[in-house]
């Protein structure tokens, strides 16, 4: 059994591998690194570490599970949250939110669920029909704004309505997708 500190953002929950043991970390690339002084800690995923406090931004609590990933989809990546900015609208018009570097994890897991074995996550959610709200960047004025994509060119009525409710109807993008798909509703 594995323990997780579990943090949240706006755009979902995170989590961390967790140890106060110098036993649990023993089937770690840390054991000969971390010392019993500095537990406990976290692992970042990203081949760092940290000492853990309670005191951690966005830190809810610490928890156990067997599995690899310890909270479900939509605890990881909020769906149809009030605060949707970027991620991954379905053809149905649901969202789920992630941060502007998250989209293709949130993809995996996305395609694990409604396309399992789909050897390329984002691919097969674009032929299915998903749309993504990225950020974009223009380099020279420095401004950062949402752009909306289609894989096929096209979108639903449904994703057309969320994009309105969204505020994303005057982008030049979604104009366009509006224009070549009006007609197939």
């Not at 406990?40 to 940290?50: A, C, F, H, I, R």
């Not at 096929?152 to 509006?178: H, M, R």
């Amino acid at each position: 059994m594995k323990k997780f500190a579990i943090y949240k953002r706006k755009t979902g929950y995170f989590y961390y591998e967790y140890y106060d043991n110098m036993q649990d970390l023993q089937n770690t690339d840390f054991k000969d690194i971390i010392k019993e002084e500095s537990l406990p800690v976290v692992l970042d995923g990203k081949g760092g570490y940290y000492h853990f406090t309670e005191n951690d931004f966005g830190f809810i609590e610490v928890i156990e599970s067997e599995k690899e990933i310890p909270l479900p989809l939509e605890k990881l990546y909020f769906k149809n949250s009030e605060d949707f900015q970027l991620g991954w609208i379905a053809p149905n018009g649901d969202t789920y939110s992630c941060d502007y570097a998250s989209h293709s994890k949130l993809a995996a897991m996305l395609s694990a669920k409604f396309f399992p074995n789909a050897p390329f996550p984002d691919q097969a959610l674009g032929r299915a029909g998903w749309i993504k709200v990225i950020d974009s960047w223009d380099g020279t004025e420095r401004k950062h704004e949402q752009f909306v994509y289609s894989f096929s060119g096209k979108i639903t009525n449904a994703q057309a309505n969320t994009l309105f409710d969204l505020g994303l109807y005057s982008k030049p993008e979604v104009k366009e997708l509006l224009k070549s798909s009006e007609g197939r509703w």
